[in-house]
Each structure stands twice: as structure tokens, then as C-alpha cells.
């Protein structure tokens, strides 16, 4: 299938409207040597504090991610995928070491600042969708337009609506989450998560709840938007991850215990 070819710049993303500046490349200079990574983990530790003493759920990790990468981060349940995935995503903070991501310096950002650099560089997906239940599919993709505010107000229903068809759900757009699909919902999440076409794809077990010919599907959705520059980082289960993406990080009891490239794309 046609996986990035890592050799070639990367097309435009979205095939959508460009937003009217392009705050994602705003701040990368900013933090001079840091402009090679999309994400730079330095000797990064999670502590839970646990009773009297604490739990390391993430242990002195290192990991650099190039921009185009699709990694998956593999390993058993209670190894620190989700812990290392939050932490990359600014939704949790590191004890001590240090994360670049997009640009920014994570830990020297408030947590408004996090909010705000969340928003515009990294999109969210999740196993069990988390698309609020009160709001249309169309509504849930604006969302993210309406907290960000980079794209202008009067585009975002109609950019919503794009995105949805995009990833294979336009007709759903009025519908209310509850009444699709899994498959449906998890294309709806993706969708919602390129609402300020970010740089950055993290996604945590988002074939978990689907079944196998479905999780397929938002695999491949996956490797699409990935050939078109997208960084992207996924957790999962899945066992034939590795004919899509490019590398493979598996953690064990907090630690990446192999870090390996894998022939993406070769078949499929
Ligand atoms: P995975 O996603 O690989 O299943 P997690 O990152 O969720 O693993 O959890 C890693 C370890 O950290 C587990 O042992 C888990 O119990 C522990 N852990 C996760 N979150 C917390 C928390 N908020 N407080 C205490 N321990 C936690
Ligand atoms: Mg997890």
C-alpha cells in the first residue's frame, strides 16, 4: 500500500484549506537544536506516589522520534504505555528528565501553556472514543476549532464536515456518537483529532475496542495520514502492527527494552 516513502518531503496534509498562518512551525526555531525531533524524550522518569513510597511506572526513558515517523509502542499490560503516551501528549508531567515535542519544551510550559501547545501540534485518540454524547459527530469535531480558535470560526463546520468524509464517516455528521458504529466512532475520534491539523498523532490502544476487520481499517487510516507527514505514535495490541508502521518500541516494566525499525509498507 502506499506507505510514506521516507526519502520524499512530505505532501501537504489533509488535502483540507491550509490554516490562514501556520502557527505549527510558529515556535520550532525557537528552541534552536531541537528542530530535528518531533518528540525528544531525555532520561524521562514517572513517579506514582504508592503508600510510603512511589511507583515508577516510567524509567529513565530515552527516545527521539523524527517528524514522519509512525511508531508503535508495544509491551504488556501495566508497562507504562499509556503513562509514556500521556506524558508525550502534556497531559501528565514527568518527575524529572526533560520531553520536546512540537517545538516546545514541555516542562517549561504552564499548564495553560500546555493546554495551548496541546491544541494546535497534537491530536488525541483513544480506545474508547471519548466523544461527548450530548454533542452531534459535527459538533465533536469542532470542538477542538473552538478551544484552538487558528481556524477562523466561519470554516469550521464546513471543515468538520470535510474531515468526517474524509475519514469515511460524512454521512454521520449529524448523528449523535451513541447511535454509530464503534469503527464509526473511532473514524469520528480520528476526524476530531485533525480538527487543527496537528503535527502529531498520539493514540492510545485505538483498535482496542474494535474488532479485527474494523481495527484494520483505522490502521490503514493511520498509514494514510502518516504518508502525508504526519508524525504518529500509537499504543497497541495489534499483532501484524508491524506491516504499517515503520518502527516498533516495546516497553517492559517501564523501560524500552527494544526499539527496532520494521519494514513498513513492504506488503499489504
Ligand atoms: P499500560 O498502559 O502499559 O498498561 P500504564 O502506563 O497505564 O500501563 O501503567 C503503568 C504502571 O503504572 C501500572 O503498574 C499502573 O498500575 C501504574 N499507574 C498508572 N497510573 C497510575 C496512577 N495514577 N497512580 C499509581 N500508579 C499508576
Ligand atoms: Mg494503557
Known amino acids: 500500500m502506499g506507505h510514506a516513502d521516507k526519502t520524499k518531503p512530505p ?20 528552541g534552536s537544536l531541537e ?3 518531533a518528540i525528544k524524550v531525555s532520561d524521562v522518569v514517572k ?3 504508592l503508600g510510603t513510597g512511589e511507583f515508577i511506572a516510567v524509567d529513565h526513558i530515552d527516545l527521539d522520534i523524527t517528524p514522519g515517523e509512525f511508531v508503535a509502542i508495544i509491551g504488556r499490560s501495566g508497562s507504562g504505555k499509556t503513562t509514556l503516551l500521556n506524558l508525550l501528549a502534556g497531559i501528565d508531567r514527568a518527575t524529572s528528565g526533560s520531553i520536546h515535542a512540537a517545538g516546545s519544551d514541555l516542562g517549561r510550559l504552564s ?3 500546555l493546554a495551548g501547545w496541546r491544541g494546535h501540534n497534537v491530536g488525541l485518540v483513544f480506545q474508547f ?3 461527548l454524547p450530548t454533542l452531534t459527530v459535527v459538533e465533536n469535531v469542532m470542538l477542538p476549532m473552538d ?5 477562523p470560526l466561519a470554516e469550521r463546520r464546513d471543515r468538520a464536515q470535510e474531515l468526517l468524509s474524509r475519514v469515511g464517516v460524512g454521512d454521520q455528521a449529524d ?5 454509530l458504529s464503534g469503527g464509526q466512532q473511532q473514524r469520528a475520534a480520528i476526524a476530531r483529532a485533525l480538527a487543527n491539523d496537528p503535527s502529531l498523532l498520539l493514540a492510545d490502544e485505538p483498535t482496542g475496542n474494535l474488532d479485527s476487520h474494523t481495527a484494520e481499517a483505522v490502521l490503514e487510516l493511520f498509514a494514510e495520514l502518516n504518508s502525508e507527514g504526519r508524525t504518529i505514535v500509537v499504543v497497541t495490541h495489534e499483532r501484524d502492527i508491524r506491516s504499517i508502521v515503520g518502527r516498533e518500541v516495546t516497553l517492559m516494566d517501564g523501560r524500552i ?3 527496532e525499525s520494521v519494514s513498513a509498507g513492504a506488503v499489504r
Not at 478551544?147 to 481556524?151: R, T
Open 129 to 131: 472514543f471519548q466523544l
Open 35 to 37: 528542530v530535528e525531533h
Open 175 to 179: 448523528k449523535l456518537p451513541t447511535t
Open 147 to 151: 478551544f484552538v480558535k487558528k481556524i
Open 47 to 49: 513517579a506514582y506516589p
Open 111 to 113: 499548564e495553560s501553556g
Open 11 to 30: 505532501a501537504t496534509r489533509s488535502g483540507l484549506r491550509p490554516p490562514p498562518h501556520e502557527p505549527r512551525d510558529a515556535h520550532r526555531h525557537e
Open 257 to 259: 527494552v527494544t526499539d
